[in-house]
């Protein structure tokens, strides 16, 4: 199984940009997905996340309010709309995916905030934020 990220490049500050998370493996509507960065030398952030719908997401207090995740499931496509950019958001892009009904199974909620422990990831997407 291979998830797919497109979508960075280099953006000025205050630019926007919309990462892109797809695969041909799996139907993702069965599936949470999760974006998370790692910045050099830094550990990996877990961004944001979608359980169902945007009613059931979850963003880091450090992109809340810029960030936006959503879902396309005739496209089985999750989005991640970046707004506002800053330097600080300079990392390599990563999603990742786990069967909604293993959260549900181990953790009793249908909340993925703070969940890490995605089964699929991708190679990731560079995000560069400089002028």
């Known amino acids: 199984v291979q998830l797919v990220e497109s979508g960075g490049g280099l953006v000025q500050p205050g630019g926007s940009l919309r990462l892109s998370c797809a695969t041909s493996?799996?139907?993702?509507?069965?599936?949470?997905i999760g974006w998370f960065r790692q910045a050099p030398g830094k550990e990996r952030e877990g961004v944001s996340c979608?359980?169902?719908?945007?009613?059931?997401?979850y963003y880091a207090d450090s992109v809340k309010g810029r960030f936006t995740i959503s879902r396309d499931n005739a496209k089985n496509t999750v989005y991640l709309q970046m707004n506002s950019l800053k330097p600080e958001d300079t990392a390599v892009y990563y999603c990742?995916?786990?069967?909604?009904?293993?959260?549900?199974?181990?953790?009793?909620?249908?909340?993925?905030?703070?969940?890490?422990?995605?089964?699929?990831w991708g190679q990731g997407t560079q995000v560069t934020v400089s002028s």
């Open positions: 990742g995916a786990v069967w909604k009904n293993y959260i549900r199974a181990t953790l009793g909620t249908d909340s993925c905030q703070g969940f890490e422990e995605y089964t699929y």
């Open positions: 493996d799996l139907t993702l509507d069965y599936y949470v």
């Open positions: 979608i359980f169902s719908s945007e009613d059931s997401t």
